[in-house]
């Protein structure tokens, strides 16, 4: 009994299902519509918690198929994907991505292309974080730029010729606000 089901979802309000709704019939998929659940919810929000997708999990029985558009509707959270897929897999329920080429994510090759991007993924929100702390470091350094020390000598040896401030401006060729932030350091 290999029931087809499809999900579909969008972040907000001003999105629409309809367009993953017709990739997937023009993708050879025929979807009844009482078999078509869709929703607007984050993708943040674990599957088994959205509303119509636990709905359609309540529904599906071993052997049915499931199929999106791409993995990122069933959500955000790598973690929270292959939580969803295993729960599936255990009720023997298929699942199917489109974006990798449709291949059964419960099969042994499913798992492995999930595995690598659930690495990938990680490896990615590790890099992210290593970003951050760098630029965080850069940016407690006031403002991230290395100190003027060359312009603050320039500006206090045309102060101790007792050049007045825009006098300094026009003799360095640097703005009346620069001149002012180094004149009494």
């Known amino acids: ?23 997937l019939q023009q993708k050879g998929f025929d979807i009844q519509p009482h078999r078509w659940f869709a929703e607007q919810v984050s993708g943040g929000v674990p599957a088994m918690q959205r509303p119509e997708f636990s709905r ?5 029985e071993a052997g049915d198929v499931l199929v999106v558009l791409k993995l990122d509707r ?10 969803t897929i295993e729960v599936l897999a255990t009720r023997n329920i298929h699942v199917r ?5 449709g291949v059964d994510l419960t099969s042994a090759a499913g ?3 999930l595995t690598v991007l659930a690495a990938v993924a990680a490896f990615e929100r590790d890099r992210i974080k290593e970003r951050t702390k ?17 312009t603050t000598k320039a500006v206090q040896a045309c102060k101790l010729k007792e050049l007045s401030q825009s006098q300094t401006a026009t003799e360095l060729g640097l703005s009346l606000p620069t001149i002012k932030r180094h004149w009494n350091k």
């Open 1 to 23: 009994m290999n029931r087809v089901f499809a999900y579909g979802r969008v972040s907000t309000l001003e999105q629409s299902t309809e367009n993953q709704w017709v990739a």
């Open 56 to 60: 359609m999990a309540d529904r599906m």
């Open 74 to 83: 069933l959500g955000r959270d790598v973690q929270d994907v292959l939580a």
């Open 97 to 101: 991505s489109l974006d990798l080429d």
């Open 111 to 113: 798992k492995l292309q």
């Open 134 to 150: 760098e630029g965080l470091a850069r940016t407690t350094k006031k403002g991230g730029r290395p100190e003027a020390v060359d």
